[in-house]
């Protein structure tokens, strides 16, 4: 078995899958393909370049995936690129979930590209969950690019997770065009600590009529950290309804920003957003302080769930 | 009777943003005794229970709290907690992220599914409907009541400190916990129940009428819930 799928297992708490004939599955590490394995009606399509991989991905139209895709990126050296350029299409009324694991637990000095190119066409269905170790040294840069666009009745939902370690940077760049009667949900969860460095911009687009669609951001910040989160919807549609939240809980000497964008085109169209930045909230830590937890347990509780 | 007494209050006064909200208060609970406080809204029944479990802005400015023959006063939260005091907060607090299982971890870490199975019911909580649920805005202020209670009880606690239980649940879901409530604690346990309706005051044997800060009498729930109803004899509030 290799390294990274040990670090998988113990990161996702799940074995075996990268054998399992009912899953679809893929394992980068570094520029070497570790293992792939594609299912009726989904084409995974991946080869090997510079510094990482080219990954183009189909649906087959009305093509259902019942078991997630796993997906595990990963550099385990402390030096490192990797590079992944994504391309996907999901045809019309298909659906498929990908749970994507990047891992680099040594870091000293490792860099992660991301660049992904996803189509949704009509009717098709997509969630897309990307949770990230970056273990305890603080050197891991990564920037994920992901541009999305959504056809008529489609929808996309997206989680990155960063709930344990240090972050290192991130560069987070969201661009995602919804089309007519399609839903939208972003939703990210960060930690940082030490110096971690955290940019967050998420852009959302409601071109169609009746889209929908929420950015949602809940970051902890520790240590010397630096946060800041841009988020972005802009409702051309008729009757396009957004919503922004961004809740950054921050102790220590951690710094945080959020700037949240409203830009509403058209009249019968709403944006709402909120935002919350503060310490710890008192009554939450009282609540468990009063169950016989310290402090620092309390704290802990909190700020899993905030992260979960 | 001074050897049963679990709490003893003893001229408590407390202060907020400079002003006098508890005054020398003297109170003694007895073992295995259900205790109502009864008191108009303002009175000040939440700050003397927060005070008495140790909430921040609680502290007493002067007099001293026994618990069990120690004196608390000075007592961390979570100390008081682990000595056996539970509070169970008037309107419970949301927690993103944090399931219904953790939450009843977090107040009796030793505790079985079984267990929690049990004082879920208890509570009129259905185990399997509710134990992966977050305890955040989707449930109605009357669910995270009874998670509430239950992580209160679940916890076995010697004194439980009740701040109007019945507040945001309905008068079945109320009769239900009354039934309930005399099986769920260890044998010697004590209640302290905060309320300003009569008929929940009843489900304790003795009771205090709190106003305006200062504790107006003391006596068996009958005279105390008909003195109360009538006219209180600080205010004149009926």
């Known amino acids: ?308 | 009777m001074e050897e049963k007494s679990i709490l003893k209050l003893e001229n408590i006064s407390i202060s907020k943003d400079g002003k006098k909200i508890l005054e020398n208060i003297s109170l003694k609970i007895q073992e295995n005794e259900i205790f109502s406080i009864l008191g108009h809204n303002g009175a000040g029944k939440s700050s003397l229970v927060y005070a008495i479990m140790g909430i921040d802005g609680y502290h007493v400015d002067s007099g001293k709290i026994y618990y069990m023959g120690d004196d608390i006063t000075n007592m961390p939260i979570n100390e008081r907690a682990k000595r056996g005091i539970a509070l169970t907060w008037q309107e419970p607090v949301r927690f993103e992220g944090v399931s219904v299982r953790e939450y009843l971890s977090a107040s009796s870490p030793k505790s079985s599914e079984e267990e929690f199975r049990n004082y879920m019911e208890s509570f009129g909580l259905d185990y399997v409907s509710y134990i992966d649920r977050l305890i955040d805005d989707s449930l109605s202020g009357g669910e995270r009541k009874r998670i509430e209670l239950a992580s209160v009880f679940i916890s076995k606690p010697s004194l439980a400190l009740l701040d109007e239980p019945d507040s945001g649940i309905d008068y079945h879901g109320i009769k239900e916990i009354q039934n309930n409530l005399a099986n769920l604690l260890p044998k010697k346990s004590s209640i302290i129940l905060v309320t300003h309706q009569e008929e929940i005051a009843y489900m304790g044997s003795r009771g205090a009428i709190i106003c305006q800060g200062r504790l107006d009498d003391i006596g068996d729930i009958d005279y105390i819930t008909s003195k109360f109803k009538n006219k209180c004899s600080r205010c004149q509030n009926a």
């Open chain 1, 1 to 308: 078995m290799h390294d990274l799928e040990n670090h998988y297992e113990k990161m996702s708490k799940i074995s075996g899958v990268f054998n399992r004939e009912d899953f679809a599955y893929l394992m980068v590490h570094g520029n070497e393909i570790v293992k792939s394995h594609d299912l009726e009606g989904l084409s995974i399509k991946c080869n090997s370049v510079k510094d990482g991989v080219n990954l183009e991905f189909s649906l087959l139209e009305n093509c259902k995936i019942n078991n997630p895709v796993v997906i595990c990126f990963g550099v385990l050296p402390e030096e490192g690129i990797q590079r992944i350029n994504m391309k996907g299409i999901l045809n019309k009324g298909s659906f498929v979930e990908f749970m994507a694991y990047c891992i680099f637990p040594n870091g000293k000095k490792v860099k992660h590209y991301m660049e992904g190119e996803i189509n949704i066409k009509e009717n098709a269905s997509f969630k897309y969950n990307e949770i990230h170790y970056h273990g305890e040294n603080g050197g891991v840069k990564i920037y994920p690019n992901m541009n999305v666009s959504i056809g008529k009745n489609g929808s996309f939902r997206s989680n990155f997770k960063l709930p344990e370690g240090r972050s290192g940077k991130i560069n987070l760049n969201y661009y995602i065009k919804a089309g007519e009667n399609s839903r939208v949900e972003l939703t990210t969860k960060v930690m940082g600590s030490g110096n971690d460095d955290i940019n967050i911009r998420e852009n959302l687009y409601l071109e169609g009529d009746f889209s929908k669609g929420t950015i949602a951001s809940y970051i902890v910040g520790k240590g010397n950290s630096e946060i800041k989160v841009y988020n972005r919807i802009e409702a051309r549609g008729r009757k396009s309804i957004g919503h922004i939240d961004c809740i950054e809980t921050i102790m220590d000497n951690a710094h945080a920003m959020a700037i949240p964008i409203v830009d509403v085109q058209n009249a019968s169209a709403k944006v709402t957003h909120e935002a919350a930045i503060g310490g710890i909230n008192k009554k939450q830590l009282e609540v468990l302080m009063s169950k016989g937890l310290s402090e620092d347990e309390a704290t802990k509780v909190i700020l899993k769930g905030l992260l979960k």
